[in-house]
Structure formats: structure tokens, C-alpha cells
């Protein structure tokens, strides 16, 4: 089963630093990486660095689509006001169908601020226990969702992938 895991880190280069330790566990085979993207946010920054991590992952699960409209609606659209927001509502729809709901948006939108950095990343076959020991010199937190098979697949009609089930 696919997971949308987020590890947020309390500096802004804890997500960069877990993105080479997440690296070494693919390598070991401890996690399969279809899809990663890091979030960093440095003091007195107006807004977040985002990058996704094609080195991780090969060939992309979803692309650069899914990660730019998931950080847009946590970190840009609250910025640019309800006109705006209200112009998106239809796609925070399409994510709640793939489970990603507005409590884990709210969630990442109040701790993921300047000063703090996050990873996200599409996988499965991980081995929980070893990565979280492997990401404890960062000390970040974990915060996951489980997407079922069903909702895997309407994530990448949604996004217009393939299927890789």
C-alpha cells in the first residue's frame, strides 16, 4: 500500500538533511520511494522553498503538478486572499478524494512556518521503525496518511499518471 508520509523538522534544513538519509534507506531497500518533495522555510522569508526530489524517486509517481497544487493550497492560496481561494475549492476536492483532507492541510499550514522544514513522500514498503531511528538526530515529527489503493488510483487519474499498481 502507498503512503503519503510528512516529517516536519524544527530548522529549515532538517527536511534537506532526512532527503540524503531517505536516499541511503532506498539504497538499503528499507523504503521504496515513488514520490518525494521537500518544504523549507527560512526566518524572515516571505515564503517557503519547495523542491521535489527527482533523484529520489527516478521517475516521478505523480509529478510536479500534485506537489505545486498541494503547497499552493498550504502555503500560497491563504496568502492571496478568498477570491482566490474560493477559485480552488474544486481541487481541495480532488484531494480529499485521494484522502489528503483540510484538517492535515490546516495541520501542515499552522506547522509548517518560517524557521521549520518538511518532507513529503510517496512510498511504500517502508520500514517505519528503522526510518524513524535514522531520522531521529533531526528529531522531527511524523505526521502521515494511509492512502488505500483506490485512492492511490485516483490520485494518478487525477494528476494524469499512469497506474503503477
Not at 518533495?37 to 517557503?48: C, E, F, N, R, Y
Not at 514498503?125 to 531520522?135: E, G
Request: aromatic residues 8%; proline residues 5%.
Amino acid at each position: 500500500m502507498t503512503t503519503l508520509t510528512v516529517w516536519r523538522f524544527a530548522n529549515p534544513d532538517g527536511a534537506d538533511r532526512a532527503a540524503g538519509i531517505l536516499s541511503r534507506l532506498a539504497q538499503d531497500n528499507l523504503i521504496t520511494v515513488h514520490d518525494a518533495a521537500t518544504v523549507s522555510w527560512h526566518p524572515g522569508a516571505k515564503k517557503p522553498r519547495t523542491r521535489q526530489l527527482h533523484t529520489l524517486a527516478g521517475s516521478s509517481a505523480l509529478g510536479g503538478a500534485f506537489w505545486g497544487m498541494l503547497f499552493g493550497l498550504i502555503f500560497f492560496v491563504p496568502l492571496l486572499g478568498a477570491a482566490v481561494g474560493a477559485a480552488v475549492g474544486g481541487l481541495t476536492g480532488a484531494l480529499t478524494d485521494v484522502g489528503i483532507n483540510d484538517e492535515l492541510i490546516r495541520r501542515l499550514r499552522d506547522d509548517v512556518v518560517p524557521g521549520t522544514s518538511a518532507l513529503f513522500i510517496l512510498s511504500s514498503d517502508a520500514v517505519l521503525d528503522r526510518i524513524r531511528t535514522s531520522f531521529e538526530p533531526e528529531h522531527p515529527e511524523l505526521v502521515f496518511t494511509n492512502l488505500s489503493p483506490a485512492e492511490e488510483n485516483r490520485l494518478r487519474e487525477t494528476f494524469g499518471e499512469e497506474q503503477h499498481i
